[in-house]
């Protein structure tokens, strides 16, 4: 027998947290078929002396929702070694969406995920689907170049059977019940799971909150009783009304799996998770298969004062979320609405801290203020640093942006959230914020901060952390570890190189939009599925050529 691909010469590391060895791997119509000795020819060739030989990484929250139906590349997250995605998270999937509510859904998009509605309406076109499985449809009939797993989203979900008074009332009886045989109907189709957020973040079009923040912890509850009847994941981002004891109830009575978003370090100063942590214990005793979501990086964010979404979740910032243009400069003008904000965000406000965590990226009328700290420039200038940034932005008319590390910027408290056995490293948030950040680097981020620098894990058990760990909480099977007959996801890669370029903006979106991509170091191959689709950081795969990756439906994932 010959092999359609080998790897020779590498270090394997399988995902399980078995040790590491030396090997190859012969690899045949997609599937594994020799592990460690690999004598036959082949008919292409991986030289991996030198270099890790794992399993695909397993990223469980992106937001590629609708990007992956005009990017079946998914860039950039197989640059940095995944191979398996899961779409849907905080609730914001695309399906189900009626034709009138397109637009409302789009627009909902634009703010949470910082993708201009011109792009999402170029690239989604007619869109070809209205329920989910329709959706689960499209999606395999598309193709993609890694695999997908997709959970049916609150939002869609109640603006489907509410209407536009979604964003602004709880659900009766009756809607409760049809929304959960629409669940039920998604997980028999395929999906995933069902996924929800009651974040005061999640700011829709309009400065209206997204419709899953309307509803109440029971409707919530009851939806999730279908993951009890056919199987299935929660994933849930928490806020009032939704967290470790709406967690506990939907595993208790369903005993599906629920992961939340997210445990974080430093969220209102050093010590600020323990509190979690104790809760995530806790659950953990009883037996309930609760697993909060960890971050390995500061949540970042870039953002210019017309779409100022760091803040929107601000009380104060309603009004301006939901003002023209004009309106946000009139409000950005106004004294007495700045010691509002003050209070919360000036010195001495409750997250006034984050000013000296802040840089100045782009400031057209000047160009030399760029990469200044923003506190730094207040104290030089003797004034509070809200007044610098808001009168800098009516000077640019607010074409400026900042980058802010928002939270989990302790990389000592970071630490300790790894190595908590309750975690999963998730919120790469893939696909999402597309102008404000890039965290699809999480991998590349975590292997050469967290593994080379402060050696803080063994590769294998950093492997099995990005791999094994996160398949298993998400019910993925068949993914997560190299073994002989499994499907032949595979990163190679070189351990003392690996890592990331930082950010670079790009305007390849539809309609010419813009987001921001981080460029892999380190990776010299990725493979789904046995086809080789990124080699030396190019890619071996192209959009309109047969893609390897598949659509890994619930039950069959």
């Known amino acids: 027998m010959s092999y359609d691909l080998k790897i020779t010469g590498g270090t394997i590391v399988d995902g399980t947290g078995a040790a590491r060895y030396l090997g190859?791997?012969?690899?045949?119509?997609g599937r594994i078929v020799a592990m460690g000795g690999a004598p036959a020819e082949a008919q292409r060739t991986i030289d991996a002396t030198g270099r890790i030989v794992a399993p695909g990484f397993v990223d469980i929250h992106t937001h590629y929702d609708a990007q992956v139906l005009w990017d079946p590349l998914v860039s950039c997250s197989p640059w940095h070694g995944v191979t398996t995605i899961v779409m849907g998270n905080c609730g914001f999937s695309v399906a189900p969406t009626r034709p009138e509510h397109r637009d409302l859904i789009m627009r909902t998009l634009e703010n949470v995920e910082g993708m201009s509605v011109d792009a999402?309406?170029?690239?989604?076109?007619?869109?070809?689907?209205?329920?989910?499985p329709e959706y689960l449809d499209a999606l395999d009939a598309n193709g993609c170049a890694v695999n997908m797993a997709a959970m049916i989203g609150h939002t869609a979900l109640r603006m489907y059977v509410l209407g536009e008074e979604a964003t602004e009332r709880e659900a009766t009886e009756e809607e409760i019940a049809r929304?959960?045989?629409?669940?039920?109907?998604?997980?028999?189709?395929?999906?995933?799971?069902?996924?929800?957020?009651?974040?005061?973040?999640?700011?829709?079009?309009?400065?209206?909150?997204?419709?899953?923040?309307?509803?109440?912890?029971?409707?919530?509850?009851?939806?999730?009783?279908?993951?009890?009847?056919?199987?299935?994941?929660?994933?849930?981002?928490?806020?009032?009304?939704?967290?470790?004891?709406?967690?506990?109830?939907?595993?208790?009575t369903t005993g599906a799996n629920v992961s939340w978003t997210a445990l974080l370090a430093s969220t209102v100063g050093p010590g600020s998770h323990l509190k979690d942590v104790e809760k995530a214990h806790a659950l953990a005793e009883r037996g309930l298969p609760v697993f909060p979501q960890v971050a390995v990086q500061p949540v970042q964010f870039e953002m210019s004062w017309k779409a100022p979404f760091i803040y929107e979740g601000m009380r104060v910032f309603q009004p301006v979320a939901q003002s023209d243009i004009d309106g946000r400069k009139a409000y950005y003008a106004d004294r007495d609405w700045r010691e509002q904000f003050k209070e919360k965000a000036g010195n001495g406000g409750k997250i006034g801290d984050r000013w000296a965590r802040t840089e100045i990226t782009w400031f057209p009328p000047d160009p030399a203020m760029e990469g200044k700290n923003v506190q730094e420039l207040a104290d030089e200038l003797g004034q509070d640093p809200v007044d610098v940034m808001l009168d800098m932005a009516l000077d640019a008319d607010l074409d400026m942006r900042i980058v802010q590390d928002v939270v989990n910027h302790d990389r000592n408290e970071i630490d300790e959230l790894l190595h908590d056995p309750t975690t999963v490293i998730g919120l790469s948030d893939a696909g999402a914020h597309a102008s404000q950040l890039c965290d699809a680097k999480y991998s590349t981020e975590f292997l050469s901060t967290f593994v080379r620098e402060r050696k803080s894990f063994d590769i294998?058990?950093?492997?099995?952390?990005l791999t094994q760990r996160p398949a298993k909480v998400f019910g993925i099977e068949d993914r997560g570890t190299l073994r002989d007959g499994g499907w032949a996801d595979v990163v190679v890669f070189d351990m003392e190189n690996v890592g990331h370029e930082g950010k670079r903006r790009v305007y390849?979106?539809?309609?010419?939009?813009?987001?921001?991509?981080?460029?892999?170091?380190?990776?010299?191959?990725?493979?789904?599925?046995?086809?080789?689709?990124?080699?030396?950081?190019?890619?071996?795969?192209?959009?309109?050529?047969?893609?390897?990756?598949?659509?890994?439906?619930?039950?069959?994932?």
């Open 460 to 465: 294998e058990q950093a492997v099995h952390m």
């Open 508 to 557: 390849d979106l539809p309609a010419g939009a813009d987001r921001l991509v981080s460029d892999a170091k380190g990776i010299d191959a990725v493979v789904v599925n046995g086809t080789v689709i990124r080699q030396n950081g190019e890619d071996s795969v192209s959009a309109d050529s047969a893609l390897p990756g598949k659509l890994l439906r619930h039950g069959k994932a």
């Open 120 to 132: 999402l309406r170029a690239g989604l076109g007619d869109w070809g689907f209205e329920t989910f």
């Open 179 to 252: 929304q959960r045989e629409l669940v039920t109907e998604a997980l028999e189709a395929g999906a995933l799971g069902f996924a929800t957020s009651r974040a005061n973040t999640h700011v829709g079009y309009e400065g209206r909150p997204v419709p899953s923040r309307l509803a109440t912890s029971e409707e919530i509850i009851e939806i999730a009783q279908a993951l009890g009847d056919v199987g299935g994941i929660m994933q849930a981002t928490q806020g009032r009304g939704l967290s470790h004891d709406e967690f506990a109830r939907v595993a208790e």
């Open 24 to 29: 190859d791997l012969g690899i045949k119509d």
